[in-house]
């Protein structure tokens, strides 16, 4: 089956700093997203990425879908302790079984004020 | 309601007891995904429902664990005889298409 390797597994920054985390994947997605999930809550869409190449702006929030369609990225400037929580990546392919989303393993994010 | 509900949001059970944990999803949404979430984990697929297609069982870890959906409505996970290791957040998902939403889980917690 589809299988996505998302990094880093976890990050530790100081309040300010930029982040980056990235998805990768054996096989083509037509669409990523990304999620947030607060201690105790489901996660929540962040960004929806449905063309490849496609950049997409979230306030502080910004996520590209490769070229290849095989990977994505997510970019947080000027991180607020409320960044806190973990990522998800999540892809989804074409029809059949692989339309079902695929999600990363996700990256724990902690944010020193 | 607007969003994916889910209950009960805890549950306490005696080990070897049966649970049903329940979904609602968003009215309308055709496909609809059970996860399981351990302490400090990410989401392991359990199993998926897309209309009126047979469900993607592929994800169900022991033939202890089942799903039922009853058309594009209500959904129930069912755990038997369970064990410790059953422990987790249990979180629904739906879709209409692409964007899956979540509800906001079901502690189980097996004593």
């Known amino acids: 089956g589809q299988q996505l390797n998302q990094s880093p597994q976890s990050m530790f920054i100081q309040e300010g700093e930029d982040v980056s985390m990235n998805c990768t994947s054996s096989?083509?997605?037509?669409?990523w997203l990304w999620y947030k999930q607060d201690p105790g809550e489901g996660p929540v869409l962040l960004i929806a990425?449905?063309?490849?190449?496609e950049l997409t702006s979230n306030g502080r929030l910004t996520a590209q879908f490769g070229i290849t369609r095989k990977d994505s990225f997510l970019n947080i400037s000027a991180s607020i302790p409320s960044d806190v929580g973990i990522y998800f990546c999540?892809?989804?392919?074409?029809?059949?079984?692989?339309?079902?989303?695929?999600f990363g393993k996700g990256t724990l994010l902690t944010v020193n004020p | 309601g607007a969003g994916v509900s889910q209950s009960p949001s805890n549950k306490v059970t005696e080990k070897g007891k049966d649970v049903e944990l329940r979904c609602d999803p968003i009215?309308?949404?055709?496909?609809l995904y059970w996860y399981r979430q351990r302490l400090g984990q990410g989401l392991e697929f359990l199993i998926y429902?897309?209309?009126?297609?047979?469900?993607?069982k592929s994800g169900l870890p022991s033939d202890r664990f089942s799903a039922e959906r009853t058309g594009e409505s209500v959904s129930t996970l069912t755990i038997q005889r369970t064990q410790q290791e059953d422990s987790a957040v249990y979180l629904c998902?739906?879709?209409?298409?692409?964007?899956?939403?979540f509800g906001q889980g079901t502690r189980l917690t097996v004593v």
């Open positions: 429902f897309q209309g009126n297609s047979a469900p993607d």
């Open positions: 998902a739906s879709s209409l298409d692409t964007e899956a939403f």
């Open positions: 999540a892809g989804q392919g074409s029809g059949g079984s692989n339309y079902k989303l695929t």
């Open positions: 990425l449905y063309k490849a190449g």
């Open positions: 096989s083509i997605f037509n669409t």
């Open positions: 009215s309308g949404h055709t496909a």
